[in-house]
């Protein structure tokens, strides 16, 4: 199954309450965190939520 690599680049403080939990589901604490996630529809819309605070590559 393909999976991403989902890297936090923007810091948590600040944001929306919804936001920060988004993050916290996908493993995301810290800046510079990486979390491997698998590739579905359910892990689409959480990045598609904080799309502004991460960075997003395929897994090879």
Same mark, same amino acid.
């Given at each position: 199954m393909p999976e991403l690599i989902i890297k936090? $680049?923007?810091s948590l403080n600040g944001r929306l309450d919804n936001h920060i939990a988004t993050?916290?589901?996908?493993g995301l604490k810290?800046?510079?965190d990486v979390t491997v996630q698998?590739?579905?529809p359910?892990? /689409?819309g959480k990045i598609? /939520? *904080?799309s502004?605070? *991460?960075e $997003?590559?395929?897994a090879q």
């Open positions: 936090l $680049v923007k993050a916290n589901s996908l810290k800046i510079n698998p590739d579905n359910q892990t /689409r598609a /939520r *904080i502004y605070l *991460i $997003v590559k395929e």
